[in-house]
């Protein structure tokens, strides 16, 4: 064991986590007890199995993020990672800095 690279987060500026409908709800409860003064927001996407392209059906972000916002996306399966670039692709279209997102995935 080593050192490891941490990012303290401020309690004042709250995560923004977003978990990708329905399995991200598995893993928002426990973002909640680990980041109280969090937002959430929800993307829901389906993806046709001929063309296995997602199609977003729910989008609750918010119309703009702040350059400075946290952003934690939670999916806990990604097979293609396709599903998981659209959403992002579409939180940073709304202002999100890439360099601010984490994505939070159990199986991949």
């Known amino acids: 064991m080593g050192p490891a690279d941490v990012t303290c987060v401020d309690p004042m500026q709250p995560v923004k986590v977003i978990p990708i409908l329905r399995a991200g709800l598995v893993l928002l409860e426990q973002?909640?007890?680990l980041l109280p003064a969090s937002e959430t927001y929800h993307l829901g996407y389906v993806r046709d199995d001929d063309t296995l392209q997602a199609t977003s059906y729910l989008n609750k972000l918010p119309a703009q993020f702040?350059?400075?916002?946290?952003?934690l996306v939670a999916d806990p399966m990604l097979a293609t990672?396709?599903?998981?670039?659209?959403?992002?692709?579409?939180?940073?279209?709304r202002g999100a800095d890439p360099a601010?997102?984490?994505v939070v995935a159990v199986v991949a």
Request: net charge neutral.
């Open 81 to 93: 990672g396709g599903t998981m670039m659209q959403a992002l692709k579409e939180i940073v279209s």
């Open 66 to 71: 702040k350059p400075d916002d946290l952003v």
């Open 31 to 33: 973002a909640a007890t």
């Open 100 to 102: 601010n997102i984490r």
